[in-house]
């Protein structure tokens, strides 16, 4: 038995699997790794299907509530041709699922909120505002009821539902409709309660197709609705109005419009800025945020600064470009901080943010093809545990790509081939026609020599080929990138190759130094390959870490 564990073929077996699990758990480490500090990774909850173009662009069809009883969320989503609740715990696990009657064809938006005993459900269909009342316990639609007709828009606060149409702007809290503003055209609109005041942002399109955001203050125990103008929204045939949100911090409202240009795949994020109550001291200006359609979400934290969540472009691994959210902080308009929150690789849209305690909640959709993915993560100890384990499908991804990232290898092995073994190999030829008896006498020193030699141009190879790659030294894992760890595991392949080598001489007796250098190069540069090649060029087109 001792005698088969020192064999070199076993040795170099052992080396194999042992240079393969580290290649494995620096994947493994990296996708397990949290987005940032204090954030779980995403936790998969549910899958479902969009059967057309339409339903797989429509993000905005998802709406969740909190279920603080029932320690979880109910998110309620639109499939085919029916609206289905789902309740999940804190974290992630899905509780049931059940599907709402009637038929719902299409769902173009949804909002929710609850009370006690019921959720109120508004969803607009192809321009007609529906209203739900829906007993979440059972599922039961208990009543149904039209609250508009042609509306462009709706946005839910609370017991509120205002929404814009033909008629102008609109308002209900499910008996008498209120209207305002009937000759305007508004096209967007989101509203924000906050001290018992409604604070509206809409944008209306004039007749000459020119676009302008207004601000609008409803004083529900007065009644009163007053609008103003605050600055007009660049559009024209190839720019459209992708989306708007309004937030406040202190004593400042904010405002914040997506403008998309699909001639150029490009996205302008706007911002106004005014204190509460004086829209006339509006100031404005442009968020830098990178990524097509980011659509800022903003959140209603009790912070200085105003924070919000968008869709931004992530970099995974070398060059590979990803859609990721990222909340952002913002001041003195200037973005001051950004937090990774998703690392998916799916397009993260439609972002809902909740506060539990002192916890944190965030869901979103991902979408995969004409898959949409609901997801969680968030900062609780539970949502932390539940989403550090991998999935059956993840395990498997991840052992495909470490087996199949290691087939390059063989070919990318050549580089560093040419380096050492074929100049060796013409240093060998031309000796031995100087002195071929001397050479054939002292096998054993020449191997040492062209070991020693093949040894420095291996050195030289791994300097000039990785660690003088810029573009390569912010994508390689820490063990690489660290000279004493490196220099250890650089040194153990090349004495394991060498005890390889001897082991085979002593078993074929004492074999030309042509064939004993070759045999030594070909396993040296075999385990070279397995230790640093799949870091060089597989590991960094594998792509399992992101970068802002």
Not at 405 to 413: D, N, Q, R, W
Not at 422 to 431: A, E, R, T
């Amino acid at each position: 038995m001792l005698v088969k564990i020192r064999d070199w073929k076993f040795v170099l077996l052992i080396s194999f699997f042992a240079l393969y699990f580290l290649f494995f758990s620096v994947l493994y480490m990296d996708e397990v790794k949290l987005p940032s500090e204090k954030w779980s990774r995403e936790q998969f909850v549910k899958e479902f299907n969009a059967v057309n173009v339409s339903q797989i662009m429509n993000s905005r069809n998802v709406a969740t509530v909190h279920l603080p009883e029932e320690n979880g969320f109910l998110t309620i989503y639109h499939e085919g041709e029916r609206l289905y609740t789902l309740q999940m715990d804190y974290g992630g696990k899905m509780i049931a699922v059940r599907d709402l009657e009637p038929e719902v064809p299409e769902t173009f938006k949804l909002k929710a909120w609850r009370d006690q005993e019921n959720i109120y459900l508004y969803s607009l269909e192809n321009k007609t505002l529906q209203g739900y009342v829906v007993d979440w316990k059972t599922g039961q639609v208990i009543r149904r009821k039209v609250m508009g007709e042609e509306v462009r828009d709706m946005a839910v606060a609370e017991n509120l539902v205002f929404f814009a149409g033909e008629q102008g702007l609109q308002w209900t809290d499910g008996g008498e409709v209120h209207r305002a503003m009937e000759g305007l055209f508004i096209e967007k609109l989101e509203v924000l309660k906050a001290d018992n005041l409604y604070h509206i942002a809409f944008v209306e399109k004039k007749a000459d197709s020119s676009k302008v955001m207004r601000y609008a203050l409803y004083n529900p125990l007065e009644g009163s609705l007053k609008s103003q103008e605050i600055g007009n929204i660049t559009s024209n045939t190839s720019i459209s109005l992708g989306h708007i949100d309004i937030g406040s911090v202190e004593n400042d409202l904010y405002i914040i419009a997506v403008s998309t240009d699909a001639k150029f795949g490009s996205s302008t994020v706007e911002y106004f800025q005014f204190p509460v109550n004086r829209p006339e001291g509006v100031e404005r200006g442009i968020m830098a945020i990178n990524g097509y359609a980011p659509n800022p979400v903003i959140l209603h934290q009790n912070k200085k600064d105003l924070t919000f969540i968008a869709t931004t472009e992530t970099t995974k691994g070398n060059n590979k470009k990803m859609n990721n959210l990222v909340e952002f902080t913002f001041r003195d308009g200037e973005i001051i901080d950004k937090k990774l929150l998703s690392k998916t690789d799916g397009l993260s849209v439609s972002p809902q943010w909740f506060q539990v305690g002192e916890n944190y909640y965030l869901q979103w959709i991902d979408i995969v093809g004409n898959k949409k993915r609901i997801m969680l993560a968030g900062n609780s100890p539970q949502i932390m545990e539940a989403a550090g384990n991998l999935r059956g499908d993840q395990w498997m991804r991840l052992f495909m790509d470490t087996t199949l990232g290691l087939v390059p290898i063989t070919y990318i092995a050549t580089i560093p081939l040419m380096y050492t073994f074929v100049p060796i190999m013409i240093l060998m030829f031309i000796g031995s026609m100087v002195k071929l008896s001397w050479m054939e006498q002292n096998t054993m020193k020449v191997l040492y020599g062209a070991v020693g030699i093949h040894t420095l141009a291996k050195l030289s190879f791994t300097y000039s080929a990785i660690f003088n790659n810029e573009n390569l030294g912010d994508v390689l894992p820490a063990f690489i990138k660290n000279p004493f760890v490196f220099g250890i595991l650089f040194l153990l392949t090349t004495v394991i190759a060498f005890y390889c080598v001897m082991n085979y001489m002593t078993k074929k007796g004492k074999p030309h130094f042509f064939s004993s250098y070759a045999f030594f190069a070909i396993v040296d540069i075999f385990l070279y390959g397995l230790l640093v090649l799949p870091y060089y060029y597989t590991y960094i087109t594998l792509a399992y870490f992101t970068k802002l």
